[in-house]
């Protein structure tokens, strides 16, 4: 069955430093990734996606991930974090046969001056 | 552009009574459609999924019900809530083609006393 494991519930960086939040999956078949962001009472939104192209995926807000396929992994990281990246933020996994997204449980990202 | 919309932000109901809540796209056609819920500190549960018009899967036994009347129109319902029907309702919508990410609403606070 398709999974996915996002290591550490919370991580906390100084502003500047570089933020790095972990993704494991699992897929018997090629997977579709995804990385999204919630900010305090609001909706979800689509940071970035990989979808069998580059391996190394630019988002927005200066987010990127790399697809390792060896260690079925997609973690997501920025070089210098800022204040507004405190957030939850959220890995998901489409197992490709399906439209149901399988999320991680989230880690909240806290960013101190 | 597509647009997704939720209403109300913020229900306050008592136990007993009942819910309706709306969520409705522009701008794109036959989308896929989901309702989540998000419950404090914990991940997203998808509660329903629907490929077209009175199309509803549910993927948890529980206390709530939805429909879809229209194309673009999603409903969340429930004849008589319970405290443990309190979280963070959340609807998406993706394309109807296989592997497309879920674009998120801004969600529903809802809170039973």
Redesign the interface.
């Known amino acids: 069955a398709q999974s996915v494991t996002q290591l550490g519930s919370h991580v906390s960086v100084s502003e500047g430093a570089l933020v790095l939040l972990r993704c494991n999956y699992s897929s018997s078949v090629p997977p ?1 990734l ?1 990385w ?1 962001v919630q900010y305090p ?6 940071l970035l ?1 990989y ?1 069998s192209a580059a391996t190394l995926v630019k988002g927005i807000n200066g987010f990127e991930a790399e697809f390792k396929k060896s260690e079925t992994s997609f973690h997501l990281t920025k070089p210098s974090a800022h204040m507004s990246d405190a957030a939850e933020y ?1 890995c998901a996994v ?1 197992p ?2 399906t ?3 399988i ?4 880690t909240r990202l806290q960013v101190f001056p | 552009s597509q647009t997704i919309h939720q209403w109300p932000a913020t229900l306050v109901q008592p136990v007993g009574s009942p819910l309706s809540l709306e969520c409705t796209v522009e701008g794109t056609s036959n989308p896929n459609l989901y309702w989540y819920r998000q419950a404090a500190g914990r991940g997203l549960q998808l509660l329903f999924y629907s490929v077209g018009i009175g199309q509803i899967s549910s993927e948890v036994p529980q206390n709530l019900s939805a429909s879809r009347p229209q194309d673009r129109q999603f409903i969340l319902s429930s004849k008589k809530l319970l405290l443990s029907d309190s979280g963070f309702y959340l609807c998406a919508w993706s394309r109807s083609t296989l592997n497309q990410p879920q674009h998120f609403g801004d969600g529903t606070r809802l809170s039973i006393l």
């Open positions: 579709y995804f999204y009472n609001q909706g979800l939104q689509l996606k979808t959220f489409l490709g046969d439209d149901k997204l999320f991680g449980t989230g």
